[in-house]
């Protein structure tokens, strides 16, 4: 009887030893803001829409302080992952810049570098 109890508790132990944490990275909520250039609505759809990958729960780019608020869970992805993303629609980013081929992609109203005004 006690080898019965003692090979039950010691295969449920097993069990729970594998399925609980350890085995799995810990998601952690982040939020951050950083700088992208754009100059218009459209641009802040461009970017919104390309900053929303797999991980990302929230973006909303301020074009006035050409900032990109997100919250993302660092498990899923992390800020240069988001940034590359960005930049690969053609917006520069703090850290990444945008190819010369994605920046020419941009509608002309679009072309922040060329010292378009915010509109």
């Given amino acids: ?14 069990v729970l030893s594998a399925t609980g944490s350890g085995s799995a990275k810990d998601s952690k ?3 951050e803001q950083v700088k992208v ?4 609505n459209q641009c802040k759809d461009r970017i919104e829409n390309a900053a929303l990958i797999k991980g990302v729960k ?11 608020e997100v919250i993302y869970k ?3 992805t992390d800020l240069l992952t988001i940034e590359k993303a960005v930049a690969e629609v053609g917006h520069d980013t703090e850290h990444v810049k945008a190819t010369d081929e994605a920046y020419s992609n941009l509608h002309h109203c679009c ?9």
């Fill in 58 to 68: 929230f973006v909303n780019w301020d074009k006035e302080k050409q900032s990109l």
């Fill in 29 to 31: 909520t982040i939020k």
């Fill in 37 to 40: 250039s754009g100059v218009c």
């Fill in 111 to 119: 072309k922040y570098r060329e010292g378009q005004e915010v509109h």
């Fill in 74 to 76: 660092s498990d899923k």
């Fill in 1 to 14: 009887m006690k080898t019965k109890i003692l090979k039950t508790l010691t295969a449920l132990l097993i």
